[in-house]
């Protein structure tokens, strides 16, 4: 049973902040779209559209890009927003390079489109649905995608020697009220130990205690503690909800992911789009109409084609 229409926001919602790895100010705007436009970033004059050709860099965020080099990095929290919320079509734009940290998690994303609430469009929405099993592996991680009619389900574990996190497992369906409650507030971690590598590479120059866990060799360094429990895994479950909405659409599957990261969601979303018998688009067949900030659950979906998402 999926959301039968496609959905934006009801409003323009402006957001300032700083850049988590460059440090520098960072403006955006998220702004309505029409239907069947998708999620386009807006920057130095050139738009570049959501999909798996957009994304240029995995390292230690989620880089997307055009071919003149235009570029926007650090984009995930936002799309694990507009994604965990069900928005569809909106037009990001950009001032810089990067897109605000805030608290390092989603949460101020979150608040601006629930803020200005979003709006039902009268078109059916279009969801990729997984056929069949594709799997990346590197060295101990992996991440695979599976047939999954039911919705989107994420299921993350990550394994790391610290006191602080072990092994750690979310699962659940990715739906709004799920995304607010158990997702959107887990915040991005890092390591001290790492501190300067990461400086000298130009990378974290935005670090802060307000914006990210910080472990030392044994503990939670931030005074505040833990959001969570088991923030360390909520944050990574985040991240893939938004690294798999780069495929451009909505996701009918199941993903699985173990001690993964931005380069293996980014990744095993690279390999269904390669293998065309691993996916087909389909739409939902809706029964009634449209209502605004209201989302619709309880169509069914039937295939529509399967073709290029560009």
């Given at each position: 049973?999926?959301?039968?229409?496609?959905?934006?926001?009801a409003?323009?919602?402006?957001?300032?902040?700083?850049?988590?790895?460059?440090?520098?100010?960072?403006?955006?705007?998220?702004?309505?779209?029409?239907?069947?436009?998708?999620?386009?970033?807006?920057?130095?004059?050139?738009?570049?559209?959501?999909?798996?050709?957009?994304?240029?860099?995995?390292?230690?965020?989620t880089?997307?890009?055009?071919?003149?080099?235009?570029?926007?990095?650090?984009?995930e929290?936002?799309?694990?927003?507009?994604?965990?919320?069900?928005?569809?079509?909106?037009?990001?734009e950009?001032?810089?390079?990067?897109?605000?940290?805030?608290?390092?998690?989603?949460?101020?994303f979150?608040?601006?489109?629930?803020?200005v609430?979003?709006?039902?469009?009268?078109?059916?929405?279009?969801?990729i649905?997984?056929l069949?099993?594709?799997r990346?592996?590197?060295?101990?991680?992996?991440a695979?995608?599976?047939?999954?009619?039911?919705?989107?389900?994420?299921?993350?574990?990550i394994?790391?020697d610290?006191?602080?996190?072990?092994?750690?497992?979310f699962?659940?369906?990715?739906t709004?009220?799920?995304?607010?409650?158990?997702?959107?507030?887990?915040?991005?971690?890092?390591?001290?130990?790492?501190?300067?590598?990461?400086?000298?590479?130009?990378?974290?120059?935005?670090?802060?205690?307000?914006n990210?866990?910080c472990?030392?060799?044994?503990?939670?360094?931030?005074?505040?503690?833990?959001?969570?429990?088991?923030?360390?895994?909520?944050?990574?479950?985040?991240?893939?909800?938004?690294?798999?909405?780069?495929?451009?659409?909505?996701?009918?599957?199941?993903?699985?992911?173990?001690?993964?990261?931005?380069?293996?969601?980014?990744?095993?979303?690279?390999?269904?789009?390669?293998d065309?018998?691993?996916w087909?688009?389909?739409?939902?067949?809706?029964?009634?109409?449209?209502r605004?900030?209201?989302?619709?659950?309880?169509a069914?979906?039937?295939?529509?084609?399967?073709?290029?998402?560009?």
């Open positions: 049973m999926q959301v039968q229409f496609q959905s934006t926001l409003d323009r919602v402006e957001l300032t902040g700083r850049g988590l790895h460059s440090g520098t100010p960072a403006r955006i705007a998220l702004v309505p779209a029409a239907p069947n436009t998708g999620i386009v970033f807006k920057l130095h004059g050139k738009k570049i559209s959501v999909g798996p050709e957009a994304v240029r860099n995995t390292d230690f965020a880089v997307i890009g055009d071919t003149n080099g235009s570029k926007c990095s650090t984009v929290h936002l799309m694990a927003a507009l994604s965990g919320l069900g928005i569809d079509n909106a037009v990001i950009v001032e810089g390079d990067e897109i605000p940290a805030f608290d390092g998690s989603s949460a101020q979150v608040d601006a489109i629930d803020a609430g979003t709006e039902q469009q009268d078109a059916p929405r279009r969801y649905k997984v069949k099993p594709i990346v592996d590197s060295g101990n991680c992996s695979e995608l599976l047939p999954y009619d039911a919705g989107f389900r994420v299921e993350v574990e394994d790391f610290h006191a602080a996190i072990g092994r750690q497992r699962a659940g369906m990715v709004p009220d799920v995304f607010r409650d158990d997702l959107a507030r887990a915040r991005t971690f890092g390591f001290m130990r790492d501190v300067a590598k990461l400086w000298g590479a130009g990378l974290a120059l935005g670090a802060s205690l307000d990210t866990i472990l030392a060799d044994d503990r939670v360094v931030n005074p505040d503690g833990l959001r969570y429990a088991d923030e360390f895994v909520r944050h990574k479950a985040l991240d893939a909800v938004g690294d798999l909405a780069m495929a451009g659409l909505p996701l009918l599957g199941r993903y699985r992911s173990l001690c993964g990261g931005h380069k293996l969601n980014a990744a095993v979303v690279a390999a269904l789009m390669a065309r018998s691993a087909t688009i389909v739409e939902a067949e809706p029964t009634r109409k449209p605004r900030g209201h989302a619709e659950i309880g069914q979906v039937a295939p529509a084609y399967r073709a290029d998402l560009s």
